[in-house]
């Protein structure tokens, strides 16, 4: 192993114990893969973040290919997936945040009540249809619900980002929750008023020189 693969394996790591430091993921619920030479590398199965080490996180190759003494994350097809349709990810991170596993369960997109909206590549965050995790029909419904999108609601299931770089994905995810949990709060008091779409692609593009996903 390089040192590179190595500092890669530790950055996954640390993005999940941020995950879970964040309140965007509870337990070992959610999952982060990276692209890797011609495949990529993916959190394992059911192993505690906490003591998590880097020779556990998996490389699979792009055919689903791994050590056959490594179990990767049961949601491993729809990283594969992804990464495969998506020239433009080298990161997918999926978690089960509150706010935004709540609008998942009442099959919600989030419309453009924030600018913000415009982080995930469009005027709204879809939610997919439900099918059962780890399916092909998951991941089905996944890449296609992220099509012209950077994120997306898995209905009674949770979120995924993705981005060009691990650190990108993180900042999305985190914005999706803060963008969930604001639509919720206004449907406290009743149905938002919504930024219209010419309005959400300016920001769009305006966003493209910013580098907003660099922290």
């Known amino acids: 192993m390089t040192k590179g693969e190595r500092e890669k394996r530790q950055a996954i790591i640390d993005a999940c114990r941020r995950m879970n430091a964040l309140g965007i993921n509870q337990g070992t619920s959610g999952n982060i893969s990276v692209r890797h030479g011609d495949g990529l590398l993916i959190t394992p199965t059911s192993t505690p973040y906490e003591s998590m080490t880097p020779e556990q996180i998996v490389f699979m190759g792009m055919d689903g290919s791994h050590p056959h003494n ?3 994350s049961s949601e491993w097809r729809f990283h594969l997936d992804i990464l495969r349709s998506r020239r433009d990810a080298d990161a997918v991170v999926h ?6 596993t709540m609008l998942a369960i ?11 909206i415009a982080a995930a590549g469009g005027d709204s965050i879809r939610c997919a249809p439900y ?3 780890g399916t092909p029909e998951l991941s089905e419904h996944a890449v296609r619900a992220l099509e012209g999108r ?21 900042w999305l995810a985190v914005e999706v929750e803060t963008l969930a949990r604001q639509y919720h709060g206004c449907l406290q008091i009743g ?3 919504l930024l219209p779409k010419d309005e959400i692609e300016r920001v769009r593009v305006k966003m493209a020189g910013y580098g907003h996903a660099d922290a």
């Not at 978690?95 to 935004?100: E, G, L, R």
């Not at 009442?106 to 913000?116: A, L, T």
């Not at 209905?155 to 770089?165: E, V, Y």
């Open 191 to 193: 149905e938002p008023p």
């Open 70 to 72: 490594q179990r990767p």
């Open 95 to 100: 978690a089960h945040p509150p706010y935004s």
């Open 150 to 170: 950077t994120a997306c609601l898995l209905a009674h299931h949770g979120m995924i980002a993705i981005g060009p770089s691990l650190a990108k994905a993180m």
């Open 131 to 133: 099918a059962t995790y």
């Open 106 to 116: 009442m099959g919600r997109e989030i419309p453009p009540v924030h600018y913000m």
